[in-house]
């Protein structure tokens, strides 16, 4: 695809909608933090952007990573809970 003929398309589509605060980058974001919220690897995620490396895509988007660390807190506690109360 031509990139002019991307972006052309995408403010079509962006004007008819009325999100004028909507830019084309503000999607791959979204893209990148959905993925990463629903528990997708930090490696995949990654690739699919295109990034030479895992520590860019970390220090971009590791926003999201916070929350997945708090469930993975959790997810230890109920274990540890279950096995203290067996």
């Known amino acids: ?29 979204a893209f990148a933090t959905f993925l990463l919220d629903q528990g997708e690897e930090l490696r995949t995620v990654m690739e699919l952007l295109g990034h030479s490396t895992i520590r860019m895509t970390a220090d971009t988007y590791g926003h999201v990573l916070p929350a997945r660390a708090r469930q993975a807190t959790s997810a230890i506690d109920r274990l540890l809970g279950e096995k203290g109360t067996a």
């Not at 695809?1 to 004028?20: H, I, K, S, T």
Request: glycine share 4%; hydrophobic share 40%.
């Open 1 to 29: 695809m031509e990139p002019r003929n991307v972006n052309r398309r995408f403010e079509q589509l962006r004007a008819a909608a009325g999100l004028d605060w909507l830019h084309l980058h503000d999607l791959r974001h």
